[in-house]
């Protein structure tokens, strides 16, 4: 795990300026990554979005949801088979009674899941404290950290953290916008 602070800004260029006094201050290029955050909420991070998860669980038909639907076709189709078959009816017709039975039922059984009321669903709520913007990340060590947070804070940086993370290719390879920032306080604290 790499040792991280990070900065927000408002814009590109403001962070681009806070990089550069970086580089000024000693910092090499491949420790130092610039990258936006989207607003709360909109994170888009689709293989381990919770969200997004739930809606295909939901939308899937083998979600409880859809049983009485489901249970009310087939008990259609088979009584629809049953009548026709008891008449003595060609194939075709006691295939076409099936399809109209299990219409029927399918409607039947939707009708009757709807009456029942609507299902509670317990759902992980996930409150998100990181504001938006444009976050200027740094790769420091234990001695280079207060440097790097005195830097971005003097550059207009808000809201700046320290992390621990991977640190791969010049970048935060896992960083999670979602996750809570753990604030350098005593550097938002202005000497009086």
Request: no cysteine; net charge negative; charged share 15%.
């Amino acid at each position: 795990m790499s040792l991280i602070v990070a900065g927000r800004f408002t814009t590109f260029p403001a962070a681009e300026t806070a990089a550069q006094q970086l580089f000024d201050h000693g910092f090499v290029g491949e420790d130092v990554t610039l990258f936006f955050v989207n607003p709360r909420g909109q994170h888009a991070l689709h293989p381990l979005d919770a969200s997004r998860a739930t809606a295909t669980r939901l939308l899937s038909p083998s979600h409880p949801a859809h049983h009485g639907m489901t249970y009310g076709a087939v008990a259609g189709a088979i009584v629809g088979v049953l009548v026709f078959m008891g008449f003595a009816a060609s194939l075709p017709i006691v295939v076409l009674a099936a399809g109209v039975g299990a219409y029927i039922g399918a409607k039947t059984g939707a009708m009757l899941e709807a009456r029942s009321g609507p299902r509670i669903h317990h759902e992980r709520i996930h409150h998100e404290w990181r504001a938006s913007g444009v976050l200027v990340a740094v790769h420091v060590t234990p001695e280079t950290q207060r440097e790097a947070a005195q830097l971005l804070r003097a550059a207009g940086g808000a809201d700046i953290e320290r992390a621990t993370g991977h640190w791969q290719h010049g970048r935060w390879a896992d960083f999670d916008p979602r996750s809570t920032p753990d604030l350098l306080t005593e550097l938002h604290q202005q000497p009086a």
